[in-house]
């Protein structure tokens, strides 16, 4: 009990005065990642230590690097990994596969390196590195940066920390800690920052590129330095090659795109509340892609998610950061396409991945990021397998003897240093046989004859080559050691997170279905101009196949430009097959499901009935306030109601078609419809009188971005401009009944006794009780028949008929008011 109660106090704290932001840990995420677990605070969080899954494989238990008696890893890099040609992919899987795998990487772990040298000699006479056979040649490496409290003696053996959050949280897009979180906020709206051209912005002042440098921006790697202005983003490797740039920025448009939904559907919300809010939507679309989209793809199949449970530790451990998620150096291609919106090369051609290395600004020479977009898509990534690309294994950041690294030898001499222990002993850690005979690993001849004379002892493998080398398990990319290690990190970052978007305590239900409907192809295309792209990203497909293969979920809301709900409307979505409608809902809501995307042609709101509904003598009033320029109507919609014709602007030609209908002389507008329908995300133009433009009554599907596919309509009731309009039951506009609290007019008729078949006169007298601009009423007489009314003069503003009389009086229709009739 003492415990709990101290935690409480804790939490209370924090939330008061540990963050300048005062994040409320109940119900949003840290920067950091802290008290996620309210239990354990620090699991999961940034600079915190990296689980040990496995046994330690230190030479000496607790530093020195392990495998001193393996073979040289630029050795092993040249005897098993070199690659000649192109392997595509047998799964068919697009370069998005291995883009998106960096850019998870990059939300979840970060383990830099230290100032400790740790060189990898390169073998005399080898063809890249050596090719004179001086015998002095090196790999330039560092071992990672340990935990300070660590690796003083075999009792207290080496730890290493992951330096960023683990959550799936999108701090890639955010930051890890409060400084960078901040900086890269413009404090308005909600929003992030954004360059010309809606790019991330640059370290400078403005955040665009001319600017002078700002000394407080955050740290970006920048390797090859082409410029010291660089973008910056919530994770500092965002630059390391153009397609991750895009990813980042798409995310960062994202944002920024749910910021303006958020503010139009709650205005009253602040800077701090939509930033915190949209945060969370976008960190669980990524965790949506991540879990419904891109593990299935690589074959990742979970357990069934049963809610979250705070005895799951969400870290990362050594070696998954060390060899297991390293698995996506293999898919690299040597060509990164850059592709048009029809599926062709862009004049500037496509780029090399070595000219892509920490070159960002490859963005600038093609327009922005969609020819990369559109390019992923398209291109098959290379098959997952012990070979890399020599862009990778001998060109990696330049040439040799200017930069150039080996990124397999790399990877091998990383698992070594961080003290993995062999292959097989990571197979027992979790759960799986160790190999016996070399066949086992993989039947290829090719694979494990080159296994078995590189290594000789198959308890001597590196895990990330034996992880590279595995068979795959059939359906899946790889063997079944990563799919292990896979299933359990990934199952453990989901249910280990108190605000995985499943179970987040402050989304709502239909937020959270948003989110798990909303798929990455969905993104790019609200986020960019591309027009064209597959259903699953993650599946390359030739441009031409797409439209074929492209289905489009269309969600959106009818609502008033008060912001209230329109049911009943009549959504029509024409497509070449056919007519498809549904009805809105009571919450203005509509949605159409997985149609042809390439056959759709329009969607045609509709509803004409009750065109009384919010119309009366009122209106007429305001109509002509404006006419007379008294009181001008006020916004773009209201100026629609008045044109009650339809002719393109507001006159007394539309007050007399309002009377009528008050007067129930006309049962419908003559030119109009009840209701009129206005694309959400258009907006008129100031100064302009809005019946002068030319504003979208539908949706049409080759004229209109996708991103406004999902803005619904704004609903404008015709003759209403004061928006009295009952929208529904529970939704009741405001009647004529209680305009007024105070009783402004009495009708008085004297008491009469008739004899059947007697007719006679009876005096209708107007008792006004304050200064009048307009009434309008309805007499119904019970047993009697109404023959007329002798006050003639009035007949513009009378309608009669045998049981009841109406009325409609203005004061702006240049008669006085009213005395008997």
């Not at 398990?473 to 978007?501: K, M, N, Q, W």
């Not at 100064?687 to 004229?703: K, Q």
Request: hydrophobic letters at 40%; charged letters at 20%; a negative charge.
């Amino acid at each position: 009990m003492y415990r709990r109660l101290l935690l409480s106090f804790l939490s209370l704290l924090v939330w008061g005065i540990g963050f300048g932001q005062n994040i409320d840990i109940n119900r949003y995420r840290t920067y950091t990642g802290e008290y996620n677990n309210l239990r354990n605070p620090q699991w999961g969080a940034a600079h915190t230590d990296l689980l040990q899954l496995t046994p330690y494989g230190f030479e000496d238990g607790w530093q020195l690097p392990a495998g001193s008696e393996r073979p040289n890893p630029r050795e092993i890099s040249n005897r098993l990994f070199a690659q000649e040609g192109f392997l595509m992919d047998p799964m068919g899987l697009s370069d998005f596969c291995w883009v998106w795998g960096q850019f998870i990487d990059h939300d979840i772990g970060l383990t830099p390196d230290g100032p400790e040298p740790l060189p990898i000699v390169v073998p005399r006479g080898d063809p890249h590195f050596d090719p004179f056979g001086v015998g002095q040649a090196i790999i330039p490496m560092h071992r990672n940066k340990i935990n300070e409290d660590s690796g003083t003696d075999p009792l207290n053996p080496r730890r290493y920390e992951n330096e960023i959050t683990a959550f799936i949280d999108g701090s890639g897009v955010y930051g890890s800690d409060e400084a960078r979180a901040l900086w890269l906020r413009t404090l308005e709206d909600g929003k992030l920052k954004v360059s010309a051209g809606n790019l991330l912005p640059f370290n400078t002042i403005s955040g665009e590129y001319d600017d002078p440098i700002d000394p407080t921006a955050p740290f970006m790697d920048n390797v090859t330095g082409i410029s010291e202005r660089v973008f910056v983003a919530g994770d500092p490797r965002a630059g390391e090659n153009p397609l991750l740039f895009a990813l980042h920025t798409l995310f960062v448009r994202e944002h920024n795109r749910q910021c303006d939904i958020y503010a139009a559907r709650y205005p009253e919300w602040t800077d701090e509340q939509l930033y915190q809010h949209v945060r969370k939507i976008v960190g669980g679309m990524i965790a949506s892609i991540l879990y419904d989209e891109w593990l299935p793809a690589l074959g990742v199949e979970l357990p069934p998610y049963a809610g979250y449970d705070p005895r799951v530790h969400p870290q990362l451990s050594n070696v998954f950061t060390g060899a297991a998620f390293r698995l996506g150096h293999t898919l690299l291609s040597s060509v990164i396409q850059r592709l048009d919106n029809d599926g062709n090369v862009i004049p500037q051609g496509n780029l090399t991945l070595r000219e892509a290395f920490f070159n960002p600004y490859a963005v600038f020479e093609t327009g922005g990021i969609d020819p990369f977009l559109k390019g992923m898509a398209v291109q098959t990534q290379q098959k997952f397998d012990n070979r890399l690309i020599d862009d990778v294994r001998n060109f990696l950041f330049g040439p040799p003897g200017a930069g150039g690294l080996d990124l397999a030898a790399i990877n091998i001499n990383r698992g070594r240093e961080r003290g993995l222990p062999d292959f097989n002993s990571v197979r027992v850690a979790f759960g799986l046989e160790p190999y016996e005979y070399w066949q086992q690993i993989n039947n290829n001849a090719v694979v494990f004859m080159g296994l078995m004379t590189t290594y000789r002892n198959i308890n001597d493998i590196d895990p990330w080559v034996g992880m590279l080398a595995e068979r795959p398990v059939p359906g899946t990319l790889f063997g079944p050691t990563l799919h292990a290690i896979l299933t359990h990190h990934f199952s453990a970052l989901r249910d280990g997170d108190r605000f995985y978007y499943e179970n987040d305590p402050v989304l709502t239900d239909e937020e959270k279905n948003y989110i798990k409907t909303t798929t990455f192809r969905d993104i790019i295309m609200y986020n960019t101009s591309i027009t064209l792209m597959q259903d699953n990203v993650f599946g390359a497909l030739a441009h031409d196949e797409i439209c074929d293969n492209m289905t489009f979920n269309l969600f959106g809301q009818v609502r008033t430009a008060e912001g209230q709900p329109l049911s009943e409307v009549s959504m029509n979505l024409a497509a070449s097959s056919g007519l498809s409608s549904v009805e809105s809902d009571t919450e203005g809501k509509y949605a159409f499901m997985s149609m042809p995307f390439c056959e759709l042609i329009s969607l045609i709101p509709q509803r004409n009935f009750d065109p009384t509904n919010g119309v009366t003598t009122f209106d007429i009033i305001g109509i002509q306030k404006h006419i007379l320029g008294t009181d001008l109507l006020e916004t773009p919609y209201q100026y629609i109601a008045a044109d009650v014709n339809k002719s393109g602007s507001i006159t007394t030609l539309d007050i007399i078609q309002v009377r009528k209908l008050i007067l129930n002389i006309d049962t419908e507008f003559q030119n109009n419809t009840s209701w009129r329908f206005v694309l959400a995300s258009f907006e008129f133009p100031e100064g302009v009188d809005p019946l002068s433009v030319e504003f979208p009554e539908f949706l049409n599907f080759s004229a209109e971005h996708a991103s406004d596919y999902a803005s619904g309509f704004i609903a404008v009731k015709i003759g209403d401009v004061n928006n009295s309009a009952e929208l529904r039951p529970e939704l009741p506009g405001d009647s004529v009944a209680d305009r007024n609290q105070d009783v402004a007019l009495e009708l008085r008729l004297a008491d009469q006794s008739l004899a059947a078949g007697e007719e006679t006169v009876i005096p209708v007298q107007f008792v006004p009780r304050a200064a009048l601009e307009g009434w309008q009423f309805e007499l119904t007489f019970t047993g009697l028949e109404l023959l007329g009314y002798t006050e003639k003069e009035w007949a513009a503003m009378l309608a009669t008929d045998a049981h009841s009389l109406r009325m409609s009086w203005d004061a702006f229709a240049g008669m006085a008011t009213p005395q008997l009739i």
